[in-house]
């Protein structure tokens, strides 16, 4: 019962946080603290499900539904330290009865501004301009020098219009591109008008008609390999793909072949399906725009997801529900 909840949990993190909410979790609860930021391997997360009252995982680890098996009684509470929980195994996680939270809300807007920046940056060829210069090849201006496409006036599809969805069409507005989207449920006409967004109820018929399409769905057995060889092939061929959600709701092999045989104009991606291995196949391309799982990444950001696992441990420890409580 609620009354048997520790009221100082021992808390398991299992990578670095930012010093301060390390500090502040230090002073709130029996926390464990991973100093040396070294991921834990499985040995060490079973003897961490063995032992914490909560775990405080990341997306770098698989809290399968072995693992769940393996957690002690007193395990009631993972508080992931990240928006995503396609690590976690939910149903395995309700079935022992222990509550999962997440930390939306807070890594929407530095998401969008740099999904916003892979969408300016692919047709526009920056990363290969950046490359020029630092090797030292660039030769001077000349009229067909570095020619991309423009932005202003394309069709923007964007595939799951959440929070972050939202963000990115607010932003995307603001450089003359026209807002279509694809999600189960359409959107209040308030959240439509002033976007004036297209909604399309079937992904394939906006796939045909958009000319860049930039991915803000999760990762649930529903979205794996959504972007698989088929839908690739009903992209125009002068349309660009952006991925900052996850790297498997991609059929990535699919994608490289698309690239490779220029089926499509070229890709923007943050994720990857084994990260943090990337295919070689994608590094030698020019019309790739290849990030390291970065777009969430600011101070900012972070110390609020801290505040946010924080939040969700002392609900949980108070008897309360927590606030960002994960439903299945
Ligand atoms: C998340 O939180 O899911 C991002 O991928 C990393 O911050």
């Known amino acids: 019962s609620d009354k048997q909840r520790p009221r100082r949990p021992k808390a398991i993190v299992t990578r670095r946080l930012p010093e301060a909410v390390e500090t502040r979790m230090a002073e709130l609860f029996d926390v464990e603290l991973n100093l040396d930021d070294k991921p834990f391997d499985r040995a060490r997360l079973e003897e961490a499900v063995a032992r ?37 195994d939910l149903k395995a996680a309700r079935a ?24 300016l940056s692919v047709p526009r060829r920056l990363a290969e301009g950046v490359q020029m210069v630092l090797e030292g090849e660039w030769k001077g201006w000349s009229p067909c020098h570095m020619l991309g496409h423009r932005i202003t006036g394309k069709r923007l599809g964007i595939i799951g219009m959440g929070r972050i969805g939202q963000a990115v069409a607010t932003r995307a507005r603001a450089f003359g591109l026209a807002i279509h989207y694809h999600n189960r449920k359409r959107l209040p006409e308030a959240v439509e008008e002033p976007l004036e967004a297209t909604w399309w109820p079937t992904l ?9 399409i930039s991915i803000h769905c999760p990762h649930t057995p529903e979205t794996h390999h959504m972007i698989n060889a088929e839908r690739l092939r009903l992209m125009q061929r002068h349309a660009y793909l952006i991925n900052t959600a996850r790297g498997e709701i991609i059929d990535e092999p699919a994608l490289i072949a698309a690239l490779q045989e220029r089926r499509i104009a070229g890709a923007g991606l943050d994720v990857f399906e084994h990260e943090p291995a990337v295919d070689e196949r994608l590094l030698a391309m020019r019309h790739v725009v290849l990030l390291p799982h970065m777009v969430s990444a600011t101070i900012e950001g972070r110390l609020a997801m801290g505040e946010k696992v924080i939040a969700n441990i002392r609900a949980w420890s108070d008897g309360h529900r927590p606030p960002d409580q994960v439903l299945e």
């Open 204 to 212: 394939d018929a906006m796939l045909s008609r958009v000319d860049i």
């Open 96 to 119: 022992k009865g222990i509550v999962v939270t997440n930390t939306p809300g807070v890594l929407t807007e530095d998401t969008a501004d740099m999904t916003m920046a892979l969408i």
């Open 52 to 88: 914490a009252d909560v775990l405080v995982p990341t997306l770098t680890d698989q809290i399968d539904a072995a693992l769940i098996e393996k957690a002690g009684p007193q395990l009631k509470l993972i508080a992931n330290f990240g928006n995503g929980v396609d690590h976690i």
